[in-house]
């Protein structure tokens, strides 16, 4: 059968520095070898010669079954992706799609089931093997080293690289592979300095560059611009065209009906269905994905109760960087309301809650709380004054894991009576305090003294929740409240901030699921690029809208 | 790890807690350490038998023996609680050693300045001195640590060698004394500005007394009061710790200043009760700062634990002493609380994880 | 007295740039000191019975690799807490060479040493005599030095040591077996202090005591941070510590005490620490991001 893809043709390699070939012919071949077992490498790595022909199963798995104790992730699970072909895997959170790709980068090792490459089962055991078969993978948390540079991270780990100067060698296959594929980034820059896309395209580079034939992407626009995402797009369509199998992971409906041929619905850990894009549609696909419709909890409008709880004006934040993370912010937050804040992540979000919550000191601007300044308080004065916090980072930030769940109930108020009598703490207080806790907020633990680490993600929220908002407070921000739990524990969150607002509580939402927000929200703030574009009520809004806001595509 | 291509070794994080089992692993760390240490006294052509007798009957086994142990348990104790305290909130205080120093010289100072003055009034004043030197000498790096994010390790460390070298420097200098024989200490100290011995032995009652009561008085800071809440929570999530509102600096000062001023207060234990008076620093205290460490370690950062863990690795170094005596060389003693400190960390790890040999792959 | 400031800066740099490869691949080795003794006195020893001091200085690096084996088994495999591992290493360390030692208190060396002359460049005048006069190791350890810098700044296994030390998840992900480049990292930082030890008892003394050491190994870890982590900046800090120690021996006939003078070398490691520490200077140089941090690999 005829192959119609394109090779990229080779240049013959030439640096401006004498090699240890020229000098002794033969004794770099030794010492390269020497160089990677003392560089801790693998001596049998190669680059995957073979092109499969456009429309071959590449991978195929089958049966493929993966248990983390008594939760099972992957349940006899099939699938197969063609060379050419952009194959898609969706599912919601906690569907299976991440353990299923890590059992075949070969980070996790299923308990049972066959993988095949080309027609031949295969063993994989460590991303190195996982890569010497051709399975390339971009993960969806970075794995870069922030102070090398570009080139120096595509070097890393590429088998058949030099020994020296190992990053001068892909420096021009960067250039050239930047400029076919669409995908820029200068190999000199460092990584710490550059953007989310272009950390992006270092990790397709070192998949690419290492032969790999299918390549896999987690969650690859989660961090991208409309813009960013619209050219990775156009550079995975040309790695199929020329032959690579494409897995990518996403939830989201749109990307899976504008990419992909084929599309591989996961749910509960079992494969629902597997279909033609092209002879599917949205809806269908959320059916599958979702299982029948559950009841969300939705929010019956309600009007302004105009009474200013929070007000923001020309606040500006700065960030990690050097750089304004947050630009002349201005806004006002009413009692029971629930602002929604949208936007792709990394846009100032974070350093805007962590201005208001006392993390940060913002470097202009004012924050009042019921006309009381705030703007520089610390997060003790505002846990006083009945603001809430709800962080993103549950384990590093909102518990202490070593710590037993009595001690973390009262993480943010035992300075306070009755848990504190002068200096010393009142345990009895402590401890009746969390038994009530723990029944009303249906925290599932084997008991008080129990670390909080050992808790599941949803009872960790569910004992933040409990210790944010048991007093009713006037305030809640509430960092990616849902992000990572299971749908009853979702559920159950967004409910319980339901709740609070009904009493008076005004509601700030960071949240990254478009849906969550529409569920919520009363009015709907986007931020882009440290700025908030538009506030937008909710029954006015549209996800188009919202979305074409998020990208910076409009402004007010 | 891989073995093969069969077998593999591997760590596999334990489902169920130890809880109380955990003391098994301490233990075993502990007996390993004296194996290990007795394979090394055979090799150096001592039989261990010997040398473990020796060790025993010279420490645990002995009216004379009990009486050194409990002698040098004392500063242990002391530094070994202070030290606890400082990391459990992650200040890795290894400056306790000069500490004690600066705690002696402060002593010292009071001492030589007030030789008039009674024993209520010279005895308070040297304890309060020397806890305010002591604690002043770990502020330091500890405000370092907070403000500028400064390796709190060296600086501990340096400063050692600096109260070190001023203290030999007052001792050779201005505060040598007009009775000496070609070795160099101050002047004995008036009687009043000495801690009695207990009857007939060289233990000063006073501060046998201070060291247990205060390991009672951290280990109830550390569980029941707001500060030693605050410590937990600094040490195990500093993130959290701001989160939760609690102020960096005011934790690690208050770390600093138990943790330095306990050893300062060792200090003058030691010129005040036991030497009465000044000497080189090497006299006074013979590594009783990082001999600590390894007490509140083995102790597993439990001031109550350290009572019991000061008087084994003091029995440790009678023993020590003992065998020295029986022609086994004076550092065998570091070999073996080395052996013993590096048991005890390398075996952390079994309380959280077990091993597993797993076999082949997954089809 | 410059002359004097590079011999004693000499130990400095080669365990220095020791230290700068192991903690640039993520492991803190605080038993430098135990290490350096360890060298010192097995250099001693060995170069006394066989009366050749180059056979002492290899096997003082030897020995000291061998104890930085167990720092690395405890702290890579065994994922022990590093800062106490290492400071039982070096208890271990100074307990062991001062039991080996005992013998040799007091003894001469059986062999050292001796400066070279190199041929022209030793008659420049002052440059000549201070930097054209010294003994092979002091030329060997700027050698050291200077590969250093090239192996990890410009081949594949300074990348892949770099690379560990600020995100092991990414190098193992790239295929790279961290756990094999720190030990070698642990490794050669125990080798070169073994030789630093080795220069200090049969060079720069010479001779053996109890505690020949003095606390230099400690030294060498805030060097190791004043360095940057950069192995040619090493050069410059070990030879201006080589200088704050001879110093006080020259102010001495000035009539101030020893004992204060010593506390110089000690103080300014405290000052450059807390002057280094700025924060605009921490953004572009810090410490490895994954120091003393113990690498697992990804599991549930």
């Known amino acids: ?556 | 790890m891989r073995i093969g291509s069969l077998a593999e070794i591997r760590f596999e994080r334990r489902r169920k807690s130890l809880g109380r089992k955990g003391i098994l692993i301490t233990v075993s760390a502990v007996l390993i350490g004296i194996l290990l240490a007795g394979l090394f006294f055979s090799l150096i052509g001592v039989s261990p038998v010997f040398a473990y007798k020796r060790i025993l009957i010279g420490s645990f086994g002995s009216m004379s023996g009990w009486r050194e142990i409990l002698r040098k348990a004392i500063p242990l104790m002391m530094c070994g609680a202070g030290l606890a305290i400082a990391f459990r909130g992650l200040f890795w205080n290894i400056g306790a050693e000069g500490q004690i120093i600066a705690g002696a010289v402060a002593a010292t100072w009071v001492a030589l300045s007030l030789e008039q003055a009674p024993s209520w009034v010279l005895l308070p004043s040297m304890f309060g001195l020397g806890f305010l030197f002591g604690a002043a000498w770990c502020i330091i790096p500890a405000l370092l640590w907070a403000k500028l994010k400064v390796n709190e390790v060296i600086t501990t460390l340096m400063l050692n060698y600096v109260v070190i070298s001023l203290a030999t420097f007052l001792v050779d200098g201005p505060w040598k004394g007009s009775s000496q024989y070609g070795y160099p200490y101050t002047d004995t100290f008036v009687d009043s500005a000495r801690i009695p011995f207990i009857q007939g032995t060289r233990i000063p009652f006073l501060t046998l007394i201070l060291a247990p009561l205060f390991c009672v008085g951290l280990y109830l800071l550390l569980t029941r009061s707001r500060a030693g809440y605050e410590i937990k929570v600094t040490g195990y999530n500093p993130k959290a710790a701001r989160y939760a509102g609690m102020s960096f600096t005011k934790t690690l000062f208050l770390i600093a200043v138990i943790s330095g001023g306990l050893a300062g207060i060792a200090g003058v234990g030691e010129v005040a009760g036991v030497h009465g008076k000044l000497s080189y620093p090497e006299d006074i205290s013979s590594g009783y700062g990082f001999t600590a460490i390894i007490v509140a370690w083995l102790a597993r950062l439990n001031p109550l634990g350290v009572v019991v863990s000061s008087i084994f690795v003091s029995g440790l170094l009678v023993g020590g002493d003992a065998i020295r005596t029986g022609g086994v060389p004076a550092a065998s003693i570091d070999i073996f609380m080395g052996l013993i400190l590096l048991m005890l960390v390398s075996t952390e790890i079994f309380r959280s994880y077990e091993i597993k040999i797993g076999g082949g792959g997954a089809s | 007295m410059l002359h004097r400031a590079i011999v004693y800066g000499t130990p400095l740099l080669l365990a220095t740039v020791g230290e700068i490869y192991a903690e640039r691949s993520g492991v803190l080795n605080l038993g430098v000191e135990g290490m350096m003794s360890i060298g010192a006195v097995v250099a001693f020893g060995v170069s006394l019975s066989t009366g050749n001091a180059w056979l002492g200085v290899m096997a003082a690096a030897a020995a000291a690799g061998a104890l930085s084996l167990v720092h690395g088994f405890a702290s890579i495999n065994l994922r022990a807490n590093q800062v106490v591992s290492g400071l039982a290493l070096t208890m271990l360390g100074l307990g062991i060479s001062g039991l080996l030692g005992k013998a040799y208190v007091g003894r001469p060396p059986g062999a050292t040493i001796k400066g070279v002359e190199i041929p022209f460049l030793s008659e420049v005048p002052f440059l000549g005599k201070i930097l054209f006069n010294q003994d092979p190791l002091v030329y060997a350890s700027i050698a050291i030095a200077i590969v250093g810098w090239f192996v990890l700044f410009r081949t594949r296994l300074g990348l892949n040591i770099r690379s560990c030390g600020e995100n092991p998840g990414a190098a193992d992900v790239s295929g790279i077996s961290v756990y094999r480049i720190r030990h070698l990292s642990v490794f050669l930082g125990g080798l070169l202090a073994g030789l630093a030890g080795a220069y200090l008892s049969l060079v720069y003394v010479p001779s053996w005591t109890q505690g020949l050491t003095g606390g230099r190994g400690w030294i060498v870890i805030g060097l190791t941070i004043f360095a940057f982590w950069k192995p040619l900046r090493a050069i410059a800090a070990a030879y201006l510590f080589g200088l704050l120690f001879v110093l006080p021996y020259r102010l001495q006939p000035l009539g101030v005490h020893t004992s204060l003078l010593q506390t110089l070398p000690y103080i300014v490691t405290v000052i450059a620490l807390v002057v280094l520490s700025r924060e605009s200077i921490r953004k572009r140089m810090a410490a490895p991001g994954a120091l003393t941090t113990p690498y697992v690999r990804e599991e549930i």
């Open chain 1, 1 to 556: 059968m005829e192959k119609p893809y394109i090779l990229i043709p080779e240049p013959p390699s030439r640096g401006g520095i004498i090699s240890l070939k020229e000098v002794i012919p033969g004794a770099s071949r030794v010492a390269g070898k020497f160089g990677r077992i003392l560089a801790g490498e693998r001596l049998d790595s190669k680059i995957v010669e073979e092109e499969a022909e456009i429309g071959e199963i590449v991978l195929e798995a089958r049966g493929i079954r993966k248990a983390f104790g008594s939760v099972v992730a992957n349940d006899g699970i099939d699938f197969e992706v063609k060379a050419g072909e952009i194959h898609a895997l969706l599912g919601e959170n906690g569907a299976g799609k991440t353990t299923l790709v890590k059992i075949l980068y070969g980070i996790y090792r299923c308990d049972e089931g066959a993988i095949r490459i080309g027609g031949e089962e295969v063993e994989i055991t460590s991303p190195t093997d996982a890569r010497d078969l051709g399975i390339g993978m971009v993960h969806q948390h970075f794995m870069l080293v922030d102070p090398n540079t570009v080139a120096e991270n595509v070097a890393l780990g590429l088998p058949g690289g030099r020994f020296m100067f190992p990053e001068q060698e892909v420096k021009d296959r960067i250039k050239r592979y930047s400029s076919v594929y669409g995908l820029k980034v200068d190999p000199d820059d460092r990584v710490w300095q550059i953007s989310a896309g272009e950390k992006q395209t270092i990790e397709i580079l070192k998949a690419l560059f290492s032969g790999a034939r299918v390549i896999i992407l987690d969650e690859p626009t989660a961090v991208l611009t409309p813009i960013e995402t619209a050219d990775l797009f156009e550079a995975l369509r040309l790695m199929a065209r020329r032959g690579k199998a494409v897995i990518f992971i996403t939830h989201k409906l749109g990307e899976v009906i504008e990419l992909s041929d084929r599309v591989t619905v996961l749910r509960k850990g079992k494969v629902v269905g597997c279909i033609d894009t092209r002879d599917t549609s949205r809806e269908e696909l959320a059916r599958m994905m979702v299982g029948g419709r559950i009841t969300p909890s939705v929010r019956e409008s309600s009007e302004r109760s105009g009474k200013t709880v929070l007000e923001v004006d020309g606040l500006s934040v700065m960030g990690d960087r050097g750089t304004m993370a947050v630009r002349n912010v201005s806004f006002k937050l009413d009692s029971g309301e629930i602002l929604g804040l949208a936007g792709v992540a990394g846009n100032g979000q974070r350093e805007l809650v962590e201005a208001l919550t006392g993390l940060r000191s913002p470097v202009s601007g004012r924050v009042e709380i019921e006309g009381t300044g705030v703007t520089y308080a610390d997060p003790r004065t505002l846990a006083s004054m009945g603001v809430a916090y709800i962080p993103e980072d549950r384990m590093e930030l909102a518990i202490v894991g070593d710590l037993s769940v009595s001690e973390n109930l009262v993480l943010r108020k035992y300075w306070q009576e009755p848990f504190s009598k002068g200096i010393s703490l009142d345990d009895g207080a402590i401890e009746s305090y969390a038994s009530e806790m723990i029944e009303e907020y249906n925290i599932v633990t084997p008991s008080k003294d129990t670390p909080a680490r050992k808790l599941s993600g949803g009872n960790i929220q569910r004992l933040v929740l409990a210790r944010e908002t048991s007093r009713h407070p006037k305030m809640i921000i509430a960092s990616h409240p849902t992000s990572g739990l299971d749908v009853k524990a979702a559920n159950d969150i967004r409910g319980r901030l339901l709740e609070e607002s009904n009493q008076g509580a005004s509601i700030l939402m960071d949240s990254e699921d478009l849906d969550e927000i529409f569920m919520l929200s009363d009015r709907i703030a986007v931020m882009s690029k440290g700025e908030i574009v538009d506030i937008v009520p909710r029954d006015d809004a549209t996800k188009e809208r919202i979305g074409l806001l998020m990208g910076g595509a409009l402004s007010k």
